[in-house]
């Protein structure tokens, strides 16, 4: 079961590497970037509601179920096995001009390698299957959690924080 534990996991540069455009006199759709992402995109995608409510905005009546569903619909994709969070249809024909991605990309190179140091090495065995489940798990949870806890003021803070 841990045979990869000492696989080694791409680190943000490469990644960027791979979200630069191919050829900059064309236009990139943002679903391009979206399978360069692969399932990292699961982490800023789960990260997002859960900042949401962890801010003084989580006090708002229905702001925490609506990120509490958020974070549970994401977490479910991740159960499914889903290689990349689903966004719809309209989010992915985005298109934006190839030059000015390569400008972007290449500006946050040099912060993406800082970044690297802080972000290597890693528990690579929390890759597995089953481990992502847990976690999927959890955070789905935490997502469910979050819609009675609206009830008191800031009580959604506390899964939101765990997520």
């Not at 979200?19 to 692969?38: L, R, Y």
């Not at 962890?54 to 708002?60: E, L, S």
């Not at 290689?83 to 934006?96: D, F, N, Q, S, V």
């Not at 890759?127 to 009580?155: K, N």
């Amino acid at each position: 079961m841990f045979k990869e534990t000492g696989a080694r996991s791409m680190t943000l540069y490469e990644l960027l590497g791979k979200m630069q455009p191919k050829n900059t006199t064309d236009v990139m759709a943002f679903s391009e970037f979206w399978n360069a992402m692969e399932k990292r995109g699961f982490g800023p995608m789960l990260a997002l509601p859960a900042f949401i409510a962890a801010t003084p905005i989580g006090a708002i009546p229905g702001v925490p179920t609506i990120t509490g569903v958020t974070i549970l619909l994401i977490a479910m994709q991740i159960l499914l096995g889903r290689r990349h969070p689903w966004l719809p249809a309209t989010i992915m024909k985005i298109e934006m001009d190839a030059e000015r991605i390569e400008f972007l990309v290449n500006k946050m190179k040099p912060v993406a390698v800082r970044f690297d140091r802080f972000l290597m090495p890693r528990w690579f065995f929390m890759r597995q299957p089953v481990f992502r489940s847990l976690i999927a798990l959890s955070c789905a949870a935490c997502g469910l959690l979050m819609v009675p806890l609206e009830l008191v003021p800031f009580m959604g803070l506390i899964p939101a924080f765990a997520v």
